[in-house]
């Protein structure tokens, strides 16, 4: 058995990796569980079937989706080692069987996550990042206005600080060349709204359509020693007004 660690779009959102299993016998084996230590994260990343399990046939991959848990800190910045994969499976009449194996990780997606997912949980300590699921539609209809909601996680002379260096721009969202997004936000004791002014990124037919991350508003933060993205996900009322908007505003004029 090979296994392999992916994540698509739609799951990056979502805090969900991908198990790509591949039979490497010459017959259809039957897998019931698969689960991945690392230690990235408190526990075991996990797959199991709604009902039955999955047939795998010989030499051919097939992806599983797995909720992540939550990141182990203490150890997530530069930690490199082997990934232990355990997946149970039945050959054609026999009992289910257990096996090990190592797991690879080609894309740095383990790593990656629980760097962001740290990241976030320090930013969270600091201040409630969050979108207002108002959106303000500029009476042309070409651009719109969302704002960024900063509310202190706790009061006192030292709440800890944050410092919002640039937002960056997604697949489906711009920023306004008249009127661009603000940098070097330093971020503590104080509540803030920061108005964003937002224009279609792209207007070709799938744009909306095959959307999966345009609503996630990545922010580049420094928090104490940690710095990288953390994502701001538009509510599903914003993310719905947001498509929308853009879906109007690529419409041709007339």
Same mark, same amino acid.
């Given at each position: ?8 779009r ?8 991908l198990l790509?299993?591949?039979? =490497?016998?010459?017959?259809?084996? =039957?897998?019931?569980?698969?689960q991945?230590?690392?230690?990235l ?31 182990? *800190? ?16 039945a ?9 090990? =194996? ?10 990656r996550?629980?760097?962001?997912? *740290? ?57 306004s ?6 940098a ?18 792209? *207007? ?36 719905g ?14």
């Amino acid at each position: 058995m090979a296994v392999e660690i992916n994540q698509s779009r739609d799951q990056y959102g979502k805090q969900a990796i991908l198990l790509q299993l591949t039979n =490497t016998t010459d017959s259809p084996i =039957t897998v019931t569980v698969a689960q991945l230590q690392s230690p990235l994260f408190q526990g075991d990343i996990s797959w199991k079937p709604s009902a039955g399990g999955l047939e795998l046939p010989p030499r051919q991959p097939k992806s599983l989706p797995a909720m992540l848990p939550a990141a182990a *800190c203490e150890v997530s910045e530069g930690t490199t080692t082997e990934l232990n994969a355990r997946i149970t499976y039945a050959e054609p009449g026999k009992e289910p069987v257990e096996a090990s =194996t190592n797991a690879s990780d080609p894309f740095g997606v383990l790593s990656r996550n629980a760097g962001e997912l *740290c990241l976030a949980s320090e930013a969270a300590a600091v201040a409630a990042l969050v979108l207002d699921p108002a959106l303000e539609v500029a009476a042309d209809g070409r651009t719109a206005v969302v704002r960024l909601r900063i509310t202190p996680a706790k009061a006192g002379d030292d709440p800890g600080r944050i410092t919002i260096e640039s937002i960056e721009e997604t697949t489906l969202l711009a920023q306004s060349p008249t009127d661009p997004w603000p940098a070097n936000v330093s971020v503590g004791a104080i509540k803030q709204e920061l108005p964003l002014t937002i224009r279609p990124a792209r *207007c070709d037919p799938h744009a909306v359509a095959e959307d999966k991350v345009g609503t996630l508003l990545p922010l580049r933060v420094t928090v104490g020693d940690r710095k990288g993205l953390v994502k701001i996900a538009a509510s599903n009322e914003l993310r719905g007004r947001i498509h929308d908007f853009v879906t109007a505003a690529c419409a041709p004029a007339g």
